[in-house]
């Protein structure tokens, strides 16, 4: 119930926030729901399953080539090149699966890495897919028939929706029979085979499922920036970046990927903001730095520490509402126990 | 009919035969103890029952059908629950959801596997744990937790590692008591054990391994008295 109230609180203030702030604090805005969005389709797979990918990249940018080469070269509508860029997502992440799941913990997350540097290397090297030169997106049918607009406020609503849309399908799986599939192949996979889980194919569930929205979002972004490059779209440092959103915030919780990328992302723009212009790569020192300061302090992520916290109160109250009713029996021994003295 | 065959099991890694030519069966209802001592092949079968390894060669049959070679997931569906050495509980999970997730396996529905999980929970004697975090129980109550996740797959048979092994003389008899009341929910047990004064008294059957063969096989009077097994456990005296 708090959970709930929180969020529609978070909801309101996500809906009322154009209003307050000027184009470059929503540029942020639409920064943090995007990573946000990218860190939840990643918590599918790498936080309820406990499949760590370090090559989610390939499905950002297969999402972001697909719906830019379906404009660019055949004119065809963003809106259904999106839709086009996760299922082309989700079908390859039959082979991503195929290749990856046949190793486990750190070998699985080396060798994600190894798959997304192939379809980088593919995608630099294509002539006809831009190359490393990258793809421009035409401007020319500004408005929402094709998802391309001169300013930032729509791609904010667009964020948002595409967020709230991940979430909802975040939450129910939590709360169907995959979210429990998924928690058991990541805490015992052998027990779970034993109880009857096809863990093979539950995993590649998740992972198409998690491939799909990422590549939403890769869409998104290409729509959003109208121009992408293998650099912008597929880069490990892609990959890496939506997996720590998810498990700085709490890897394997609905909200907690959402909370890391307020954290991350903020402070990501504003070390840059701060110290970029130096050129020494002081903000990204900085950056590291706090995310192995929480790495180590907060193993659990920042809702892992959360849930620390309030039992740490509770159980404090407890102990104080003890000492109270041992303190009142002893001053009144005819008093009934736990009444207040 | 027998409910379990397994006729000339043989399973090699490599060059090492950890079972040979080892023939048994397990009547349906029935509690039929796997012993022998050190290195004897007994989890090594099991694996091969329960499907984790494939045979190099031999039959499992259970209930007219060959399930030598199924997958562990598929030997679950065919109708084989076990457990494991140590409990490997879903830590994550509260007891009750460890339990909903296997029952999960004839009704993906939510509330009808949390019935379901309430009911063999207390079949196991662990209601009172249903809310709490799994890794918060003792070993043995992980253990009776994973007897019930076992049993809420809907088994015919359940094949148990080793439940018994170091427990204290009270939580022995709780574990005694469980297997007895999985009996007479007619679901037969294949017991793997090393503690002998638990399993020896409720045992319908008792087939004894030694170096991967089966020595012995006979009621628990008969193989405890028997100068074969007598030499296995003790050697030359």
Do not use: C, I
């Given at each position: 119930m708090k959970v709930l109230a929180f969020f529609c609180l978070c909801l309101l203030a996500a809906l009322a926030l154009p209003a307050f702030v000027d184009a470059s604090h929503l540029n942020l805005a639409i920064l943090v729901l995007m990573a946000a969005q990218l860190g939840v389709a990643w918590n599918i797979?790498?936080?309820?399953?406990?499949?760590?990918?370090?090559?989610?990249a390939a499905f950002y940018g297969l999402g972001a080539y697909t719906s830019t080469l379906l404009l660019v070269?055949?004119?065809?509508n963003p809106w259904f090149g999106t839709l086009a860029g996760g299922v082309v997502a989700a079908t390859l992440s039959l082979a991503f699966g195929w290749s990856c799941f046949r190793l486990k913990g750190h070998y699985f997350a080396m060798a994600t890495i190894a798959v997304a540097e192939l379809v980088q290397i593919f995608f630099t090297e294509w002539e006809w897919g831009g190359a490393a030169v990258g793809l421009t997106a035409p401007?020319?049918?500004?408005g929402w028939a094709w998802m391309?607009?001169?300013?930032?406020l729509p791609y904010y609503w667009l964020a948002l929706g595409l967020l709230l849309v991940t979430l909802a399908v975040n939450f129910w799986i939590e709360r169907s029979w995959l979210g429990y599939y998924f928690r058991a192949i990541k805490d015992e996979p052998d027990a779970a085979r034993s109880i009857g889980v096809n863990i093979a194919r539950y995993k590649q569930i998740a992972l198409s499922v998690s491939a799909f929205f990422t590549a939403l979002g890769g869409s998104l972004y290409a729509q959003k920036e109208l121009y992408i490059d293998p650099n912008s779209v597929l880069s490990t440092a892609l990959s890496i970046k939506m997996a720590l959103v998810s498990i700085l915030g709490?890897?394997?919780?609905?909200f907690g990927p959402v909370i890391g990328s307020v954290v991350l992302t903020s402070i990501e723009e504003f070390t840059r903001i701060l110290?970029?212009?130096?050129?020494?790569?002081i903000d990204t020192i900085i950056y590291a730095s706090l995310i192995i300061a929480v790495a180590v302090f907060y193993p659990s992520g920042i809702v892992g520490w959360w849930h620390g916290l309030r039992r740490r109160w509770a159980s404090r109250k407890a102990a104080a509402a003890d000492a109270v009713r041992a303190h009142s029996a002893a001053a009144a021994p005819q008093a009934p126990a736990g009444e207040p003295s | 009919m027998n409910l379990l065959e397994v006729t000339n099991v043989s399973k090699r890694f490599g060059g090492l035969?950890?079972?040979?030519d080892v023939t048994f069966s397990v009547e349906a209802g029935q509690i039929v103890g796997l012993i022998g001592p050190n290195g004897a092949g007994k989890t090594t079968l099991f694996n091969c029952v329960a499907g984790f390894y494939p045979p190099s060669s031999g039959a499992i049959v259970l209930d007219g059908r060959d399930i030598a070679g199924l997958a562990p997931e598929a030997c679950a569906r065919a109708g084989v629950a076990r457990t494991f050495q140590i409990a490997?509980?879903?830590?994550?999970?509260?007891a009750c959801e460890n339990v909903m997730t296997a029952a999960m396996?004839?009704?993906?529905k939510v509330s009808a596997a949390r019935t379901s999980a309430m009911q063999w929970l207390a079949f196991a004697n662990l209601e009172r744990f249903a809310?709490?975090?799994?890794?918060?129980?003792?070993i043995s109550e992980q253990r009776r937790l994973a007897v019930a996740r076992a049993l809420a797959i809907n088994p015919r048979i359940l094949l148990m590692d080793?439940?018994?092994?170091?427990?204290?003389p009270s939580e022995v008899k709780e574990a005694v008591d469980v297997v007895l009341k999985i009996r007479q929910r007619g679901i037969a047990c294949l017991v793997v054990e090393h503690v002998l004064e638990g399993i020896m008294p409720i045992a319908d059957k008792i087939v004894v391994l030694d170096r991967g063969c089966k020595i012995v096989e006979g009621t628990p009077q008969q193989v405890s008295s028997d100068p074969v097994v007598i030499h296995a456990y003790l050697g030359d005296a």
């Open positions: 797979v790498g936080g309820y399953a406990g499949q760590v990918s370090l090559g989610h070269k055949f004119g065809v401007v020319t049918n500004a391309t607009f001169s300013t930032k709490g890897a394997g919780t609905l110290y970029g212009g130096t050129g020494r790569g | 035969t950890a079972n040979e490997r509980t879903f830590t994550s999970m509260t396996l004839s009704e993906h809310d709490k975090p799994a890794g918060s129980m003792t080793e439940v018994m092994a170091g427990l204290n």
